[in-house]
């Protein structure tokens, strides 16, 4: 087991740059989950610490030890592929074997491995197919299994859930985390799924166009959001964002409602007197309830009943909000809704910047 | 329902079509392709095999006669089928294979990542694209004792040139060499697509798994391209079975008939001897020999299924 440092880590085509001088560390044992949109340099930032894309800049170190020119079979890595990249015309168990035989690794030591894990994983009753007589979530499995057999210094994940369907995910994703539980290596995962970072990681990287733009538990860049664009990739359904005009402690919006923030946040953003700036409120920090003094007020668009709660469209202004109520909610389209917020759980960002302008961090037990 | 007995009408008429037994509407539906089989190659093939049992010589000047099992007979007793069917086959055993090594070499060659893969994929079209008779005239001529190229560069080497056309075992040789140029560009663009449908993970998760080169190619690459290798034995040892350009072309069968193949000798019953009985004899032998090679492939394919 080792941790990982990745150093002004760059990767570039040409003139292209891919990825931007990444600096992270991953301790030993630690769950990371690589998170952002599509075409982010997710993936190419993963193949760099497994030494399947060269390093343009910058150094990768796992443990001690500097793995730039290092080729995949010495960096003592183990990947599972998005597209699981079983070998075809091999049995589930030889496949799971390969790595080990490889390494020449005594056959009688390989059968009780292989057998160990695949029992891990549920797969034992496996071992004579061939991939091509797998379900998909099956032959994630065995993707699986070929890299705990090994017995690595580091898991890598990429998009391993792509390929499943809803509900799977779900059951492999709690798997995968027991898995880590259980074994306790160091993992690097990659996702484009939000849901999967917040449930997985110890700590979650928002990669932005080969940018790192935050770093922190699932906790912090949910409740903590250091941009717009953090704000708005964490959590589902997205972090609303609306204008509106800062006087000394209160938010006019251009609807004519008006917020007023609690001292300490005022204080943060007194240099704003005056100013615009971006509103974020999540969906689920709405309260409904008999109207009060600083409300918003929106016409209700769609009603989307979720079954364990409610999202109610509102258009407030030139904006729509989302907001998330009781399942019991039946506001009728086009009815008129006030809705309260909390206001120590709403975020303000520079409208320049997109930053955040909280100074003062907000844990989950404080808000609560 | 009676309001619309047109609508009605059609619709029963539509479903007694689809009534047909299963059977029925398969055989229907391929009948096109039957007719056209029948056509193109159950016809020619039955109608040499029955030629094969008459006398039917045209210099003769005597009409067709049934003669049973006679040309069969002549031809088990004739030294020149014996000599020609040794070199066709020795053909196919060393130009089949070498075309497949080759071929390989060059497939896994032109799937190297280059910066430009046209010209590569491009010079490699070429060889297969060349009609077979002239790439016999071009070797013909790079064989030459005096003016050749391939003595030239030996003399270069220091070695003595070799009169290639004038002894058997060399101008077999030739033959052979000639044979494997021309028909690896055809194995090489089979097993360059087979190739290209090999996923790249494959490869990566190899290199995680700890296999160099080497392994990958014989764990990964070569049982991969199985298919694609087994059917391009099968056109290329039909093809092999059936030489005559190159020989031909570069010898006309000679010195004696060391290197005449049994595609040449069947040519020269059947037109210019006019001994259609006998050539058609001769042509069934050789419909047989390809038919047994198709099936020991196609069962060694399904064995390893
Ligand atoms: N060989 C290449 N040449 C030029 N650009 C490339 C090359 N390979 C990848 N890229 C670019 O690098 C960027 C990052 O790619 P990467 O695969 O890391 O994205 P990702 O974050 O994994 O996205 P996804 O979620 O879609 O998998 C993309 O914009 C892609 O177009
Ligand atoms: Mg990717």
Same mark, same amino acid.
């Given at each position: 087991?080792a941790?990982v440092?990745f150093?002004?880590l760059?990767k570039?085509?040409?003139?292209?740059?891919?990825?931007?001088?990444?600096?992270?560390?991953?301790?030993?044992?630690?769950?990371?989950?690589?998170?952002?949109?599509?075409?982010?340099?997710?993936s190419t930032t993963l193949r760099m610490l497994a030494g399947l894309e060269s390093i343009?800049?910058?150094d990768v170190y796992i443990g001690?030890k500097l793995v730039n020119h290092l080729p995949p079979r010495e960096r003592d890595i183990a990947m599972v592929f998005q597209d699981y990249a079983l070998y075809?015309?091999?049995?589930?168990?030889?496949n799971?074997?390969f790595s080990l035989k490889v390494r020449g690794?005594?056959?009688?030591?390989?059968?009780?491995?292989?057998?160990?894990?695949?029992?891990?994983?549920?797969?034992? =009753?496996?071992?004579?197919?061939?991939?091509?007589?797998?379900?998909?979530?099956?032959?994630?499995?065995?993707a699986?299994?070929r890299a705990i057999v090994r017995r690595p210094q580091i898991f890598l994940f990429d998009?391993?859930?792509?390929?499943?369907?809803?509900? #799977?995910?779900?059951?492999?994703?709690?798997?995968?985390?027991?898995? =880590?539980?259980?074994?306790?290596t160091t993992i690097l995962?990659v996702?484009?799924?939000?849901?999967?970072?917040?449930?997985?990681?110890?700590?979650?990287?928002?990669?932005?166009?080969?940018?790192?733009?935050?770093?922190?538990?699932?906790?912090?860049?949910?409740?903590?959001?250091?941009?717009?664009?953090?704000?708005?990739?964490?959590?589902?359904?997205?972090?609303?964002?609306?204008?509106?005009? #800062?006087?000394?402690?209160?938010? +006019?919006?251009?609807?004519?409602?008006?917020?007023?923030?609690?001292?300490?946040?005022?204080?943060?953003?007194?240099?704003?007197?005056?100013?615009?700036?971006?509103?974020?409120?999540?969906?689920? +920090?709405?309260?409904?309830?008999?109207?009060?003094?600083?409300? #918003?007020?929106?016409?209700?668009?769609?009603?989307?009943?979720?079954?364990?709660?409610?999202?109610? =469209?509102?258009?407030?202004?030139?904006?729509? #909000?989302?907001?998330?109520?009781?399942?019991?909610? =039946?506001?009728?389209?086009?009815?008129?809704?006030?809705?309260?917020?909390?206001?120590?759980?709403? +975020?303000?960002?520079?409208?320049?910047?997109?930053?955040?302008?909280?100074?003062?961090?907000?844990?989950?037990?404080?808000?609560? | 329902?009676?309001?619309?007995?047109?609508?009605?009408?059609?619709?029963?008429?539509?479903?007694?079509?689809?009534?047909?037994?299963?059977?029925?509407?398969?055989?229907?539906?391929?009948?096109?392709?039957?007719?056209?089989?029948?056509?193109?190659?159950?016809?020619?093939?039955?109608?040499?095999?029955?030629?094969?049992?008459?006398?039917?010589?045209?210099?003769?000047?005597? $009409?067709?006669?049934?003669?049973?099992?006679?040309?069969?007979?002549?031809?088990?007793?004739?030294?020149?089928?014996?000599?020609?069917?040794?070199?066709?086959?020795?053909?196919?055993?060393?130009?089949?294979?070498?075309?497949?090594?080759?071929?390989?070499?060059?497939?896994?060659?032109?799937?190297? $990542?280059?910066?430009?893969?046209?010209?590569?994929?491009?010079?490699?079209?070429? $060889?297969?694209?060349?009609?077979?008779?002239?790439?016999?005239?071009?070797?013909?001529?790079?064989?030459?004792?005096?003016?050749?190229?391939?003595?030239?560069?030996?003399?270069?080497?220091?070695? !003595?040139?070799?009169?290639?056309?004038?002894?058997?075992?060399?101008?077999?040789?030739?033959?052979?060499?000639?044979?494997?140029?021309?028909?690896?560009?055809?194995?090489?663009?089979?097993?360059?697509?087979?190739?290209?449908?090999?996923p790249r993970s494959l490869y990566e998760a190899a290199d995680v798994d700890g296999a160099g080169r080497v392994r990958q190619f014989?764990e990964i690459?070569?049982?991969?391209? !199985?298919?694609?290798?087994?059917?391009?034995?099968?056109?290329?040892?039909?093809?092999?079975?059936?030489?005559?350009?190159?020989?031909?072309?570069?010898?006309?069968?000679?010195?004696?008939?060391?290197?005449?193949?049994?595609?040449?000798?069947?040519?020269?019953?059947?037109?210019?001897?006019?001994?259609?009985?006998?050539?058609?004899?001769?042509?069934?032998?050789?419909?047989?020999?390809?038919?047994?090679?198709?099936?020991?492939?196609?069962?060694?394919?399904?064995?390893?299924?």
């Open positions: 087991m941790s440092s150093r002004n760059e570039a085509y040409g003139a292209l740059r891919i990825v931007k001088s990444i600096n992270l560390e991953i301790a030993d044992r630690e769950f990371v989950v690589l998170v952002g949109p599509s075409g982010c340099g997710k343009s800049g910058g001690d075809p015309h091999k049995t589930v168990f030889e799971m074997a690794i005594p056959t009688a030591e390989i059968g009780p491995r292989v057998q160990d894990a695949a029992e891990m994983l549920g797969i034992a =009753h496996l071992l004579d197919r061939k991939p091509g007589q797998l379900s998909g979530g099956q032959r994630q499995r065995v699986m299994g998009e391993p859930l792509s390929n499943l369907d809803a509900k #799977l995910r779900g059951q492999v994703r709690a798997e995968i985390k027991k898995l =880590h539980q259980a074994i306790g995962y996702t484009h799924d939000q849901v999967e970072a917040m449930t997985l990681a110890d700590r979650i990287v928002i990669l932005r166009s080969g940018d790192i733009e935050q770093v922190g538990t699932p906790d912090e860049v949910y409740n903590n959001p250091n941009s717009v664009f953090v704000g708005g990739f964490v959590g589902a359904p997205a972090m609303n964002f609306i204008k509106a005009k #800062l006087e000394r402690d209160t938010l +006019h919006f251009e609807t004519g409602d008006h917020l007023i923030l609690p001292s300490a946040q005022a204080q943060d953003v007194e240099s704003y007197h005056g100013r615009e700036m971006i509103v974020g409120i999540r969906p689920e +920090h709405f309260s409904v309830g008999p109207a009060a003094a600083d409300a #918003l007020n929106g016409r209700v668009q769609v009603v989307e009943p979720l079954g364990s709660d409610t999202l109610v =469209h509102l258009s407030f202004g030139s904006s729509v #909000l989302v907001v998330r109520m009781a399942p019991d909610a =039946h506001p009728a389209v086009g009815e008129t809704l006030s809705i309260g917020v909390q206001p120590c759980r709403v +975020h303000l960002f520079d409208p320049t910047t997109e930053r955040s302008l909280r100074r003062t961090p907000l844990s989950a037990a404080k808000a609560a | 329902m009676t309001a619309q007995p047109n609508r009605e009408g059609s619709k029963s008429s539509f479903t007694r079509f689809l009534d047909l037994s299963e059977t029925k509407l398969a055989a229907l539906l391929l009948a096109p392709a039957a007719i056209l089989l029948v056509l193109i190659v159950v016809y020619p093939v039955g109608r040499l095999i029955w030629t094969s049992f008459f006398n039917l010589s045209l210099t003769s000047g005597m $009409p067709a006669s049934f003669a049973g099992f006679e040309n069969y007979g002549l031809l088990l007793k004739d030294p020149i089928f014996w000599q020609t069917t040794k070199n066709t086959l020795l053909i196919t055993v060393v130009t089949v294979p070498g075309a497949l090594l080759l071929g390989i070499a060059l497939a896994l060659m032109a799937n190297l $990542p280059f910066e430009r893969k046209w010209p590569v994929r491009l010079s490699l079209l070429i $060889p297969w694209a060349l009609p077979l008779s002239f790439a016999g005239l071009i070797f013909a001529w790079f064989f030459h004792s005096e003016y050749g190229v391939v003595n030239d560069v030996l003399r270069r080497f220091g070695l !003595k040139g070799i009169i290639w056309f004038n002894s058997e075992e060399w101008a077999m040789t030739a033959i052979c060499l000639t044979i494997i140029w021309k028909t690896s560009s055809f194995m090489a663009l089979i097993i360059l697509a087979g190739l290209q449908t090999i014989f690459t070569l049982p991969l391209l !199985k298919p694609s290798i087994i059917i391009a034995l099968i056109f290329r040892t039909i093809t092999a079975l059936q030489t005559f350009d190159i020989p031909y072309t570069m010898t006309r069968g000679g010195p004696g008939s060391s290197t005449a193949t049994l595609a040449m000798y069947i040519h020269q019953n059947t037109v210019d001897f006019l001994d259609l009985g006998y050539g058609s004899a001769l042509a069934v032998v050789m419909f047989l020999l390809s038919m047994a090679v198709t099936m020991v492939y196609l069962r060694f394919i399904r064995s390893t299924r």
